[in-house]
């Protein structure tokens, strides 16, 4: 049986780092709202009991329901080899995803960094100044952190030596961040050569490649988490 996905219909959003693991992996899955909508996922959030997700992305199967994508990931990738077997990479691989959470979340902090339910333009100044920061300083710090993190790793990947759903999540990080400072990722970029390496891997996994040739890979707009507004990339 499919696995029912639930996140927003128009955005890639938090969702697609679920999303490429299962592409990544070729397990089917429905992607539930871009079937029923928003009002549909917000009627099927809002009608759940019991041990409900506090926000979209969540996954469910069989009766399971489980939210929060670095939880949905490791379940994923236990259940279907996308992450290796031992407790202590497992745990590494956990922690790596984490991080990717976090980066995630100040990705989001940079064009809304006072107040998550205001409109961007409601918060420009203060954006200016959080993505200065982000770019000079944040950036450099995660891509180092997973650049010696990928270095460590005597395989291809970033973990093992086959591909797991933090290869695939970090991808998404490249890709988005190249959507929302172009010209900042481009000075950058030299600098991890085997985290463009990881990217350029990933790309050419089939399952994502057949995903990037199918309708159901998004394009990158201004109401997701990555957002291109130029006046907030510089080199
Ligand atoms: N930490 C959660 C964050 C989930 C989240 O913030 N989801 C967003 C969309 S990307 C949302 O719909 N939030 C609604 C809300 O926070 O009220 C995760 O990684 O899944």
Redo the contacts with the bound molecule.
Sequence with gaps: MAYKLW??PS?Q???E?VRLALEGAEIAYEDCARGVGEEGLMTDLNDRTGRTP????YLELDGLVI??????LMYLGERHGLAPSNMADRLWLNQLQLTI?DL??EV?NVHHPVA?MDYYDDQKPEAERAAKQFREERMPKYFGHFEDAAQANPGDWLIDHKWTYADTSLFQVIEGLRYMFPKRMKTLEPDYPTLIRIHDQVAELPGIKAYFKSDRRLAFNTDG?FRAYPELDAE
């Design positions: 996140y927003w955005i959003g938090r969702g780092f506090f926000a979209p992305p939210a929060q994508v670095a939880n949905i959470a995630v979340a989001h998550m988490i």
